[in-house]
């Protein structure tokens, strides 16, 4: 099935340095969402993006949907421990349709 | 926010055993309800959609007559993997959606469900 482009694949940072990881597709898309998902457990929401050009705040983490439509971004400032999961960004078509899946980014963080 | 339960949460069968897993929206009324399957380190992939009432929707490739979906209620649909073997062991998640006209439905995932086949 299609996957969205997601990069980087993994990252290992140190704790309190800022994250930036994103999602790129050949075809359009009219919502754009961020989840994280932590080991053996399925994939919680952080944010989620419903018109191009939006950029959207939820704590330290920050995200923009792409003014073609066809990407997104996803920032985390000033990572901590707890931070350490498995980042997904997905995309929707219409609403209420199905979700796409980036391939993922492993965030590792070093207390 | 909407609660989606998923039960096991782990099973182990044998090879040509039959495994039944179920989801449940505890605080809303699904009435569409997807399937994904996860392999390690790999993304989610959708297997199918489920609308309560009526047939699965299934995705390329995925076998509807391996992959049993029913979603006989508002609050409740199963994935039986049927005659199952070594390669279907995966992660499987469900989420669940409530339809409301005008407004963004978000889908809720469930915990998942790990699936060893011996």
């Known amino acids: 099935g299609q996957q969205l482009n997601q990069s980087p694949q993994s990252m290992f940072i140190q704790e309190g340095e800022d994250v930036s990881m994103n999602c790129t597709s050949s075809?359009?898309?009219?919502?754009w969402l961020w989840y994280k998902q932590d080991p053996g457990e399925g994939p919680v929401l952080l944010i989620a993006?419903?018109?191009?050009?939006e950029l959207t705040s939820n704590g330290r983490l920050t995200a923009q949907f792409g003014i073609t439509r066809k990407d997104s971004f996803l920032n985390i400032s000033a990572s901590i421990p707890s931070d350490v999961g498995i980042y997904f960004c997905?995309?929707?078509?219409?609403?209420?349709?199905?979700?796409?899946f980036g391939g993922g980014t492993r965030l590792m963080v070093k207390p | 926010g909407a609660v989606v339960s998923q039960h096991p949460s782990r099973v182990i069968c044998k090879s040509g055993t039959s495994v039944k897993i179920e989801c449940r929206s505890l605080?809303?009324?699904?009435?569409?309800m997807f399937w994904y399957r996860q392999f390690p380190k790999q993304s989610l992939m959708l297997m199918a959609t489920?609308?309560?009432?009526?047939?699965?929707?299934?995705e390329q490739g995925v076998e509807k007559d391996k992959f049993l979906i029913n979603h006989a209620s508002l609050t409740l649909s199963t994935l039986t993997v049927t005659s199952a073997h070594p390669e279907d062991s995966s992660f499987y998640i469900c989420?669940?959606?409530?339809?409301?006209?005008?407004?963004?439905?978000?889908?809720?995932f469930g915990p998942g469900t790990r699936l060893t086949v011996l």
């Open positions: 989420s669940a959606r409530d339809l409301i006209e005008g407004s963004y439905n978000e889908q809720f």
């Open positions: 075809s359009i898309f009219n919502t």
């Open positions: 993006l419903y018109k191009a050009g």
């Open positions: 997905a995309g929707q078509k219409d609403a209420g349709n199905m979700l796409t």
């Open positions: 605080d809303f009324q699904a009435t569409t």
């Open positions: 489920s609308n309560e009432g009526s047939k699965a929707t299934y």
